[in-house]
T-cell receptor
Framework: DVKVTQSSRYLVKRTGEKVFLECVQD?????MFWYRQDPGLGLRLIYF???????EKGDIPEGYSVSREKKERFSLILESASTNQTSMYLC????????????FGPGTRLTVT | GENVEQHPSTLSVQEGDSAVIKCTYS??????FPWYKQELGKGPQLIID?????GEKKDQRIAVTLNKTAKHFSLHITETQPEDSAVYFC??????????????FGQGTRLTINP
């Protein structure tokens, strides 16, 4: 069974703080994703990584950066958190063309005050 | 770019009845359409998918239909049960990102099954 874990289920941070959200997958997948989920907007892609140290911007990368130093770990960084980044953040890893499935972690609900 | 619209945003049905969720997409190049189910406190999980060369696919009580001409696809759940209560997302892929499927998701439908 594929397992995708995220470092925190709930996080409360202050405006201007640097925030790290971490994601780990145990299936040796090359491709990993970060999404944010907001009511009425569905899931929107923030960043994508297709290999160690490789990354591509998704649809809403502004205000975020990512790090992929090891294959199993993909981190999302909010350099200076703002209240409009209060959201649910979901990490996913991709099972490859045979399954086409994206496997999601349980999510981190981030509140920026 | 690709845009996926999903309706309705909320749906309430009696246990045992059928539920239908509909999605439309804009990019005619999209060729893969998955449906994800998100239970409370969990991440979304793939429940069924369909490729553009197929018009319908069924897996027990769930089925998906695709109309490429009209650019819409639907999820059908029959004989609904309380455990079907969840948020459902449709998605379409407008292309491939370095070997992985990029997915554009719909807005989600909160399905409630009333006992």
């Amino acid at each position: 069974d594929v397992k995708v874990t995220q470092s925190s289920r709930y996080l409360v941070k202050r405006t201007g703080e640097k925030v790290f959200l971490e994601c780990v997958q145990d299936m040796d997948h090359e491709n990993m994703f970060w999404y944010r989920q907001d009511p009425g907007l569905g899931l929107r892609l923030i960043y994508f990584s297709y290999d160690v140290k490789m990354k591509e911007k998704g649809d809403i990368p502004e205000g975020y950066s990512v790090s992929r130093e090891k294959k199993e770990r993909f981190s999302l960084i909010l350099e200076s958190a703002s209240t409009n980044q209060t959201s649910m953040y979901l990490c996913a890893s991709y099972g490859g063309p045979r399954s086409n499935e994206q496997y999601f972690g349980p999510g981190t609900r981030l509140t920026v005050t | 770019g690709e845009n996926v619209e999903q309706h309705p945003s909320t749906l309430s049905v009696q246990e045992g009845d059928s539920a239908v969720i509909k999605c439309t997409y804009s990019d005619s190049a999209s060729n893969y359409f998955p449906w994800y189910k998100q239970e409370l406190g969990k991440g979304p999980q793939l429940i069924i998918d369909i490729r553009s060369n197929v018009g319908e696919k069924k897996d027990q009580r769930i089925a998906v239909t695709l109309n490429k001409t009209a650019k819409h696809f639907s999820l059908h759940i029959t004989e609904t049960q309380p455990e079907d209560s969840a948020v459902y997302f449709c998605a379409a892929n407008p292309g491939v990102l370095q070997g992985a499927q990029k997915l554009v998701f719909g807005q989600g439908t909160r399905l409630t099954i009333n006992p």
